[in-house]
């Protein structure tokens, strides 16, 4: 392909590249690299080569005037039935961070029907300014009035970036938006920097299942665009003293204008509580049945925690897609995970290596696993399982099943 | 009724690992499959043409093994299989893609349903189906986990969509563009007879100059408005484990069940 240049002269043949490239796009020819139609530029490449005869061309520098107009950090702010999303608050913590950073201001913007005292809570959060759409039209968060607004808005004020939650909703509308600006969208972003020498957003993200992480650049379109998952940032402490201004804007279009109606919502009656629970116990597969998932479930139960599993516990079919930890399940930032006969592949660990203390239990004493654990065991989880329950019986001096509230009870008068 | 599936043939990730040594990716043996959510896609487009008739077009853009991907779908009922293929497409991020298969779509004349898995495997953004919907002004109707009903005379969609909360019922005007979730259905496997057909048939491929309007500066690289700068492995956890040892499973859990008492985790 035309997207990457060789440098003949200079290539060594010494393969560093070959190795490096995810998608198998290099082969050595007669000791001189060469490059197939596998290649889609993403540069993994170029940072291998020890003599750099690797090249992507990139396109001239954007109007650096044009470019400049464009000022600000802004969040849009998810809620449900009346509460902000916290992924909304994280994303607010950052938005101060870069804003900041970048000497400029933060702005919230909350569609919604009855939120305006969300708007109240953004500005604790960090925002200085608040973009307040009241409307029956954003009773429920719809693809095209809340992206006709924000269209409407982000015309007139050019914001530099910005940030949503990677929600299904947030997904839907930074989809939507970005579309229809011509602007780069970086998903499911884990760091958000601002370069210093171009004032550029560096957005880092795992790709290709998590097996690698690419750092990715909007150089010449606005705003810089980027969603990030919940929990990958920690929630700020709200300032209740702080002062923001808001302002009061109308829907860019009228119902009449609008392709859906939503009819009806079932609220699932969550019986796994990954998002917010502050003992994990997962499971992987080390576990080898439906029914090997019984001893992890007493141990979460005793500790009053959730259960999780790996993808391939998962896919096969021995626990349900709801208790899913990883790159394509939750992401979760417990107190404590305790990975049970988990090998620790790269896509579990995305979804998890944030947590507070991480226990490991696995036959297998290289398992990648026990690289991100603070502690570990290396042994039969059938048979460590059982003796650390008795072990937390003894101290926690309660029976299994009996739950958290007992625990904390003992822990609290302890 | 006219449906449109979108796949993608991806590496498979699920097989990626990691080399300790060299901190690179062991890609060997790794097989191309298509998008494990866009088969989801394929067998919602072939029930709804079983059950209301018309026709179904996968498209797909990538290099030319890509045109594997879009026989599997064949194989497994779909009508037609196009591959947007070229030089000029190479480099393109989600905006640049959903731009070609939005340009491709507009080329196939009026559709009803375009159908996309919810996101791909090997980038996992999500973002093509909602864009595609934009650029050509279809009813977006995002993690969609069944289709309630379908007047295609009324012009009607109903569909119940998966988010965060719960279940969201969700009544949408036609055309619209669907993205799927795992949940839909169950992917019926490819058949020999069908399979044989698509080698008869064969699968068309567009390049650029076949795609009308198609504004070369938003194509591929030059129509992509990210670039990657770095890759790197992910960075592990600072500090080694602490590790027990399970020849005394009693004594290792006893030890560790102190630790986390001190660790005040519980």
């Known amino acids: 392909m035309g997207l990457l240049k060789i440098d003949k002269e200079k290539c060594l043949g010494c393969g560093a590249c070959i190795d490096a490239c995810p998608y198998g796009a290099l082969d050595l020819v007669d000791d001189v690299v060469v490059v197939n139609e596998k290649c889609t530029a993403c540069g993994a490449c170029i940072d291998a080569c020890p003599v750099m005869a690797l090249l992507i061309p990139r396109l001239s520098g954007g109007d650096a005037e044009r470019l400049s107009a464009y000022r600000g950090v802004w969040v849009w702010i998810e809620q449900f039935h009346g509460r902000m999303c916290e992924v909304s608050a994280e994303m607010l913590g950052q938005g101060r961070r870069l804003a900041d950073t970048r000497g400029t201001a933060l702005t919230a913007c909350v569609l919604g029907r009855n939120v305006e005292h969300i708007a109240g809570e953004a500005v604790s959060y960090g925002a200085d300014h608040v973009f307040l759409a009241d409307d029956p039209l954003f009773e429920s968060y719809r693809t095209i009035p809340y992206a006709g607004t924000l269209l409407g808005l982000v015309r007139e004020h050019m914001p530099e970036i910005f940030l949503l939650g990677a929600s299904a909703r947030g997904r839907d509308l930074a989809g939507a938006m970005a579309a229809d600006l011509h602007t780069g969208l970086t998903a499911d972003c884990t760091g958000l920097d601002i370069d210093a020498d171009t004032g550029l957003l560096l957005q880092t993200r795992p790709a290709f299942g998590g097996n690698i992480m690419a750092t990715i650049l909007c150089r010449d379109y606005r705003p810089q665009m980027a969603t990030v998952r919940h929990h990958v940032f920690e929630l700020p402490i709200p300032d209740r003293t702080r002062q923001g201004q808001i302002v009061r804007v109308a829907p860019a279009l009228p119902e009449e204008k609008v392709p859906t109606r939503v009819v009806g919502f079932t609220e699932e009656t969550e019986t796994v509580h990954l998002a917010n629970a502050k003992v994990i116990v997962a499971g992987g597969r080390g576990v080898g049945s439906a029914a090997g998932f019984e001893p992890i479930r007493r141990l979460a139960d005793m500790l009053g925690g959730a259960v999780g599993a790996s993808r391939s516990a998962v896919d096969a079919g021995w626990i349900s897609y709801a208790h899913q930890v990883g790159q394509t399940g939750r992401t979760v930032r417990p107190d404590l995970y305790i990975a049970c006969g988990i090998s620790g592949a790269i896509q579990h660990l995305a979804g998890m290596k944030t947590s507070r203390v991480i226990v490991a239990i696995n036959k297998n004493p290289d398992a990648p696993i026990f690289q991100v654990a603070n502690y570990g065991i290396v042994g039969d989880l059938f048979a460590v399982i059982p003796a650390l329950i008795d072990e937390f019986k003894k101290r926690l001096a309660v029976t299994p099943g009996f739950g958290a509230e007992a625990a904390e009870a003992v822990l609290t008068r302890s | ?266």
């Open chain 2, 1 to 266: 009724m006219n449906i449109i599936v979108c796949l993608k043939q991806v590496p498979n990730t699920a097989d990626v690992r990691i080399d300790p040594e060299t901190n690179t990716l062991i890609r060997e043996g790794i097989p191309n499959i298509v998008n494990p959510f866009d088969l989801y896609a394929i067998e919602e487009g072939v029930r709804l043409r079983e059950e209301f008739g018309g026709r179904v077009t996968a498209i797909s853009m990538g290099p030319p093994q890509a045109a594997e991907a879009l026989r599997e779908a064949m194989g497994m009922g779909v009508d037609e299989g196009i591959l947007l293929s070229d030089r000029a497409f190479a480099g393109s991020d989600s905006w640049a893609t959903s731009y070609t298969l939005a340009l491709a779509i507009r080329k196939l004349g009026a559709c009803d349903v375009v159908l996309c898995g919810k996101q791909a495997i090997d980038g996992d953004t999500g973002q093509v189906g909602p864009g595609i919907a934009r650029q050509l002004g279809l009813t977006p109707l995002t993690y969609v986990f069944r289709i309630h009903s379908l007047d295609p005379e009324a012009g009607k969609i109903v569909v119940e969509r998966l988010l965060e909360e719960g279940r969201e019922l969700a009544e949408g005007n036609l055309p619209a563009l669907l993205t799927v979730v795992k949940d839909i259905n169950q992917p019926r496997a490819a058949t020999l007879y069908d399979l044989r057909r698509s080698f008869r048939v064969g699968i068309r491929t567009w390049k650029a100059s076949d795609l009308p309007g198609a504004d070369p500066a938003n194509l591929g690289l030059s129509g992509s408005p990210t670039q990657v700068v770095r890759i790197f492995s992910p960075p592990g956890r600072k500090g080694s484990p602490e590790i027990f040892s399970g020849e005394r499973v009693e004594a290792a859990a006893s030890l560790l069940a102190d630790r986390l008492l001190a660790e005040h985790v519980l």
